[in-house]
């Protein structure tokens, strides 16, 4: 296999992988009845199978500019250009509680403050609660390295 090919694979995975991700990134989590493809009130491994490829086939052509059926360096680099923009754009309207088109570090410990749920201070507390398996309050070599072998 052309080292071409597997790239090709290795990105089509990618696509594969995070379409469902992206949908629910954007905030249009699919509803039951749009995964439902048949209409029984079941959902079955084929039905998320033919989402999930409906999806990927639509972000590849939406990276496709060209139409030409292949994705070039350019156009991987647009469409993750064009998925940082969106990000950052969604960041800022939920941290800018000034609204300055900036973030400085009073909003952004604000955000920790509030608790919410992803941010940093609560995430690295649930991760170290997880890895100090005794409970003793701190991680010890052998907690640490089962911690990163979990985390793999």
Known sequence: MSRITILSLAILAGFTLTATAEAQDRGQRPTFDQLDADGDGALTREELAAFREDRVAIRFG????????????????????ARVSRRVGRILERLD????????????????????????????????????????????????????????
């Open 97 to 152: 509680t000034n609204d300055d088109g900036s973030l400085d570090r009073a909003e952004l410990e604000a955000r920790e403050g509030r608790g919410h749920r992803g941010g940093l201070r609560n995430r690295l507390d649930g991760m170290f609660e997880r890895a100090d398996t005794d409970g003793d309050g701190a991680l010890s070599a052998e907690e640490w390295d089962a911690a990163r072998l979990a985390r793999r």
């Open 62 to 81: 939406e990276a496709d500019s060209d139409g030409d059926g292949r994705l070039t360096r350019a156009e991987l680099e647009a469409t993750a250009d």
